[in-house]
């Protein structure tokens, strides 16, 4: 089946840097890749929808200076959180939509990525 | 818009066991269905689809049925093994867009 890929799978960083997460289609090409974010013991929460070629769209309260999404090819999706504080450690996860022709537009997802900020 | 809740937010079954999570959908002209199963610490994996001009569908050990006249999807598994532990939910697509359930977590107990 289709892959997604996330990269890193764990990071750690210090508070005030800024770090970045790779999220790639390894078998098809993506024109819409999402990211979430999600608690312990909690449901996906998407923070936005990132579009091939344009600007991502962010739901509401998901600061979009924050969260910086960059969808610069058909296979690649980067979120890169900048000044990351504590309270941004969390399961960051992507997913893509498969629209080839015998996909039926399914989504899959990355195998997440964890944030710690110290 | 669209609605797409769980009826059981736990689930523990014996080991051996069928098991069967629910989602229920609001939106008559929702024509694919999904259900992801997510382990702790990883992200969802795709386990099963099914289009809206089908009832039932079955793969290794899990079926999904729908039930369109009710707005009701199911994920039966069956013989569950304590590796079927996770958070199941479903996603459905109406439109465009995919909305998310916010999953079951199934427990087997050996």
């Known amino acids: 089946g289709a892959v997604v890929s996330q990269h890193p799978s764990w990071v750690i960083c210090k508070s005030g840097t800024s770090v970045k997460i790779e999220c790639r289609s390894l078998?098809?090409?993506?024109?819409?890749m999402f990211w979430y974010r999600q608690f312990p013991k909690q449901s996906l929460m998407l923070m936005a929808t990132s579009n091939e070629g344009s600007k991502a769209t962010y739901e509401q309260g998901v600061e979009k200076d924050k969260f910086l999404i960059n969808h610069a090819s058909l296979t690649l999706s980067t979120l890169t959180v900048t000044s990351a504080h504590p309270e941004d450690s969390s399961f960051y996860i992507c997913?893509?939509?498969?629209?080839?022709?015998?996909?039926?537009?399914?989504?899959?997802f990355g195998e997440g990525s964890w944030l710690t900020v110290v | 818009g669209e609605s797409v809740g769980l009826h059981l937010p736990t689930l523990s079954v014996q080991e051996g066991d069928n098991s069967i999570i629910n989602c229920a959908y609001s939106?008559?002209?929702?024509?694919?269905f999904i259900w992801y199963k997510q382990e702790s610490g990883k992200g969802p994996q795709f386990i099963i689809d099914?289009?809206?001009?089908?009832d039932k569908r079955q793969g290794q050990r899990v079926t999904v049925l729908l039930n369109k006249t009710v707005k009701h999807l199911s994920l039966q598994i069956a013989a569950t093994q304590p590796g079927d532990s996770a958070v199941y939910f479903c996603?459905?697509?109406?439109?465009?867009?995919?909305?998310f359930g916010t999953g079951t977590s199934l427990t087997v107990i050996p």
């Open positions: 997913s893509a939509r498969d629209q080839g022709a015998h996909s039926g537009n399914t989504i899959y």
């Open positions: 078998d098809f090409q993506a024109t819409t």
């Open positions: 939106n008559s002209a929702s024509d694919y």
């Open positions: 996603a459905i697509r109406g439109g465009n867009q995919f909305y």
């Open positions: 099914i289009r809206s001009n089908m």
